[in-house]
């Protein structure tokens, strides 16, 4: 009886150091793995307007992803995300059709978002922009 | 929960039997002792070795312009990367360290006589890999220190008659050491000797399970195990200790050791495995002033240094390497207790002392 209780406590105290353990070299290894958050973002971003014309689309990399500037005919200018709400592809700008269309299925959307056709089901994510003495600020 | 699982696996696979068999009937001798448990020490070391080694392989760029920006990044930037690369290092210096111990225990207990030659065989081939799987890594950071200490290495092959220059320059892909060499030397460090090291190693524990493990020449009375079978015979210890239970705590109390001194390197002593050069991007057109091998090649480099030819210094460390490589032929004797061996004694302590000497000598010039 003695034994078996002294058996049970070396156990556990075996038990808890190998977790100690465990946790203290899985912790360093799954830091060293996770991969670094908040890259950029909340950073803004500034464009020259000279930089597009009327009809034009202008892709880049915003907050880690991707996203795009268009300058429509009427000359309105307007940043969205280019990842394809369907299955995260990115999108295209079809300028003779003067709308978005996505490679992978066909999703089609227009100048501002709005979803034209295909399996996507919501518009493309708008990116608020402010224009300042010809330069466009984006975020 | 547990021995339901057990239950259910050696109801299928039997697994009761390999218990049995390799385990707890796995019987050794009633007198074994420490130093028996430095090669789990060893197999434990190694598997430390690769899977820190792939970790840095995730950050690690192999190409001589970003390598160094690389193991700086890991260092200075990646969350916890400084641990995994120091890890890495110091552990390469620990495990020729841990390799050294373990031969001179089975030196010094004779353990590498018959029917035991292709043991010491294998293993003293397996030292050599580490030391090779060392030299090439110690390229990859691409540093001063990498760049010149490699520059110093691969050159000493330009002692071999007729073909060294030519050697030399097949060693590092060109004249110099440069891109190329980085090239030749990450691949036999990351992809060629870990295969070939762990080929090894099987075959030192395939030897180990065959001929079975020796019993120490110490506490007993015959010292000498002579060597007279007519045909293969493993040799068990009837009435031994299991091997677990009890041995498996003496391998643990000695990993534990083990971890605590490697750990203690890595948090007290983390410049162990650098010099000041390795913290300069490697310039091919400036050599350091001082430049020196790890402290497990001092011996080497000082050999080279005091002969008058390099060629004579080469021979004569090659004599060395082989006849220690072939010892269990040339000392055939069966005696096995160091005290009965006065000459054997006298020749291996001085061999140790001649070894220190020569690295102590190394170090300060
Ligand atoms: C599969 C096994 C291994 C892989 C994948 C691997 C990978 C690497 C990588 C990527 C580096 C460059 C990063 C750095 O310098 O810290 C490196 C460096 C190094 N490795 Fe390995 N390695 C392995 C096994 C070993 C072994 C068994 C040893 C020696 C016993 C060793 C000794 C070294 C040394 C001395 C360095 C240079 C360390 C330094 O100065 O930073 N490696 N290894
Ligand atoms: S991912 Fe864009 S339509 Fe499917």
């Known amino acids: 009886m003695e034994n078996e209780g002294r058996r049970k406590f070396l156990g556990v105290c075996v038990a808890g150091a190998t977790a100690c353990a465990a946790v203290a070299a899985g912790y360093p290894v799954f830091r060293y793995l996770a991969p670094k958050s908040g890259q950029g973002g909340g950073a803004k971003l500034v464009i020259p307007a000279g930089e597009l014309k009327e009809g034009d689309a202008k892709f880049f990399e915003f907050a880690g992803s991707s996203a795009v500037l268009i300058k429509t005919k009427s000359g309105e200018l307007v940043a969205l995300s280019a990842v394809c709400t369907h299955l995260g592809c990115i999108v295209q700008w079809v300028k003779e059709k003067q709308q978005f269309l996505c490679p992978c299925h066909g999703g089609q959307f227009s100048t501002d978002g709005t979803v034209l056709g295909g399996p996507p089901p919501r518009p493309l994510a708008k990116i608020p922009l402010t224009v300042t003495e010809g330069n466009i600020t984006i975020g | ?365």
């Open chain 2, 1 to 365: 929960m547990l021995k339901r699982l057990y239950r259910w696996l050696d109801l299928r696979i039997g697994v009761g039997e390999i218990v049995e068999k390799e385990l707890t009937g796995y019987l050794l001798p009633r007198n074994i002792n420490e130093w028996y448990s430095l090669g789990s020490v060893l197999l434990v070391i190694f598997a430390l070795q690769v899977i820190t080694g792939m970790l840095l392989m995730i950050y690690y760029v192999p190409d001589a312009d970003k390598a160094f920006k690389s193991v700086t990044f890991i260092m200075n930037e990646v969350p916890f990367g400084w641990l995994i690369r120091l890890c890495h290092a110091v552990g390469s210096n620990m495990m020729v360290a841990v390799l050294i111990l373990h031969m001179l225990s089975t030196l010094l207990m004779g353990s590498y006589k018959a029917p035991r030659e292709l043991n010491w065989v294998t293993g003293f081939t397996l030292l050599a890999l580490v030391q090779g799987i060392s030299l090439t890594g110690y390229l990859a950071p691409w540093s001063q220190l990498s760049f010149w200490a490699t520059t110093v290495a691969t050159n000493s092959a330009s002692a071999v008659p007729l073909v060294g220059p030519y050697l030399v320059e097949f060693l590092r892909g060109g004249k110099l050491v440069g891109p190329p060499t980085l090239g030749r030397f990450f691949a036999l460090h990351a992809a060629v000797l870990p295969v070939v090291i762990a080929a090894f190693i099987g075959a030192h524990l395939f030897l180990l399970k065959r001929t079975g493990i020796s019993a120490p020449p110490f506490g007993r009375e015959g010292t000498a195990t002579p060597f007279e079978a007519q045909q293969y015979h493993y040799q068990g210890h009837p009435g031994g200790i299991p091997f677990f239970p009890n041995y498996v705590l003496q391998d643990l109390a000695s990993i534990s050791v083990y971890f605590a001194v490697f750990l203690a390197v890595v948090f007290f002593w983390p410049g162990m495995p650098f010099t000041p050069d390795a913290f300069v991007p490697a310039d091919p057109f400036k050599t350091p002033a001082h430049i020196k091998p790890e402290w497990y090649f001092l011996a080497n480099y000082q050999t080279l240094k005091i002969f008058p030819s390099e060629l004579l210094g080469l021979s004569v460390q090659a004599a060395a390497m082989t006849f220690l490589a072939l010892l269990p032929f040339i000392d055939r004797s069966p005696e096995r207790h160091p005290l009965k061996r006065p000459l054997f004694l006298t020749l291996v302590i001085a061999g140790i002392l001649l070894w220190i000497a020569l690295s102590v000598w190394g170090h300060l010039s």
